[in-house]
């Protein structure tokens, strides 16, 4: 049997499960609480790009000239399990495949955010999440939590500390917000669903193992984690070594204006790791050591240890009407040593818009508008323009520009459990070059969740 006949049987033996588990539970939906929760997702997306004008191109380069089309697939289960009092454990095999525009790179704000750095074209069958939480009560005061995605219905206490240790998306926890997060649903750029000066700890798909911490109020919560780091950059295996590590720490408060609420948050992160810095590189090319360079693009293994990388972030989402929401987000690090798992992005500047479709009668479509400014620090700038490559841009030269990347999205609800999108993405100074571009880049997505 094919490799795409088995993905296929896979996403049908969860698709049948979750039906028969929905309907299941919906014949019990009078109980108030849950001992478990399912949910499935399948997300589709397919990318095309026009040609530019190019005055030269590298290995990191987006292709100037018109690619055939690109497409991704990821499918999910999602399982929880309550165990004791407080405790719950979630489950989650994925399937994933397909590829991003130029193999996702050329760009630093990526243009899809379900596609990894270096992806599989043909489907693959992993867990992407396996971990236990626990919640301790602080108080007698409880709340109903409604059955959700890694959510299991129930009560809990409105002040509470929870534990998550296992495998998991450090983003799963950090750098939320209510109009610009899931590329599944939302925007699909990675610097306007997440925070990209935020080099969060993941592998080559986006997950980490470790433990998070969260005190969580009804005005505001505090989290604070420490989780694995990639060996080398964007690799699949991460180092579990006393001297590589990553810390995160946020500060999240209810915004409240009238009838609309909102959120800000507040993060601050430190990574240490066997990255090198920028000017470590920059010697590299003039000693022309290849080693050092591979070590940056991810493709041997480094030694030494003292990478460090930190980083400050501020996040806002907040309700405008009833159809109308806002956000934005600023962030930034240090930018000295190479970016080790996300993207290559130092300095960034976003914000948008988000309306439903109640005026036009569609009140279940979502039409959405954001723009973004990405930033690289002085050391980053000096390495590309000297001929430096990272894992995800390079263009063996540089006249360095901001990169601006401007999308709109129109999200249709065609039923209850299928949506399609259409987005566009122009972007200028790909890579940071202004002798690059610009790119119009033009997308469709299917999406199917229960």
Same mark, same amino acid.
């Given at each position: ?66 690619? $055939? ?22 489950? =989650? $095999? ?28 043909? $489907? ?25 995605? =890694? ?118 992160? *430190?990574?240490?790791?066997?990255? $090198? ?14 080693? +050092? ?23 806002? %989402? ?5 159809? +109308? ?52 620090? *002085? ?15 390079? %263009? ?18 065609? =039923? ?12 200028? =100074? ?21």
């Amino acid at each position: 049997m094919s490799i795409q006949r088995k993905v296929i049987a896979v996403i049908v033996a969860l698709f049948s499960f979750v039906q028969i588990t929905a309907a299941q539970q919906e014949g019990d939906s009078a109980a108030p609480t849950s001992k478990w929760s399912f949910h499935f997702q399948t997300t589709i997306i397919a990318q095309k790009h026009s040609g530019f004008k190019s005055l030269y191109r590298g290995d990191n380069s987006l292709a100037d000239t018109v690619e $055939p089309t690109a497409q991704s697939l990821t499918a999910t289960l999602f399982i929880g399990r309550k165990l004791w009092k407080g405790a719950t454990f979630y489950f =989650n $095999p994925e399937v994933s495949g397909g590829k991003g525009l130029s193999s996702a790179a050329g760009v630093a704000g990526a243009l899809n955010g379900e596609t990894y750095r270096v992806g599989a074209v043909q $489907p693959q069958v992993f867990i992407a999440r396996a971990f236990l939480q626990q919640y301790f009560a602080l108080g007698n005061s409880y709340e109903d939590v409604s059955e959700d995605v =890694n959510q299991v219905a129930g009560r809990v206490p409105s002040s509470r500390i929870v534990i998550s240790a296992g495998k998991f998306a450090i983003a799963d926890f950090y750098d939320n917000n209510a109009y610009g997060k899931d590329p599944r649903t939302q925007f699909f750029n990675w610097s306007v669903w997440a925070n990209g000066a935020w080099d969060y700890p993941a592998n080559t798909r986006g997950y980490t193992e470790g433990l998070v911490v969260e005190l969580i109020k009804p005005r505001y919560a505090i989290r604070i984690s420490s989780v694995a780091v990639p060996r080398i950059a964007n690799y699949h295996l991460m180092e579990y070594n006393i001297n590589a590590h990553s810390e995160t720490l946020e500060y999240e408060h209810k915004l409240q204006f009238g009838k609309r609420t909102g959120r800000i948050r507040l993060m601050a992160s *430190s990574t240490y790791s066997k990255a $090198p810095s920028y000017q470590q590189g920059i010697n590299s090319i003039t000693s022309k050591d290849t080693f +050092l360079l591979n070590v940056i693009r991810g493709v041997s293994e480094n030694t030494s240890y003292g990478g460090h990388k930190y980083g400050l972030g501020l996040n806002i %989402d907040q309700q405008l009407s009833n159809d +109308l929401g806002f956000f934005c987000r600023v962030g930034w690090n240090d930018g000295k040593y190479v970016t080790w798992a996300f993207t290559e992005i130092d300095r960034t500047l976003s914000g948008g818009l988000v309306l439903k479709g109640t005026k036009w009668k569609r009140r279940d479509d979502v039409w959405g508008v954001a723009g973004v400014v990405n930033g690289i620090s *002085s050391d980053h700038r000096n390495f590309l323009e000297a001929g430096g490559y990272g894992f995800i841009i390079g %263009d063996g030269a540089l006249h360095y520009g901001h990169e601006g990347i401007l999308e709109t999205y129109y999200n249709a609800q065609i =039923n209850r459990f299928f949506q399609i999108t259409f987005d566009y993405q122009f972007v200028n =100074n790909p890579g940071y070059n202004k002798d690059r571009g610009p790119v119009h880049v033009f997308g469709v997505r299917g999406h199917i969740m229960f």
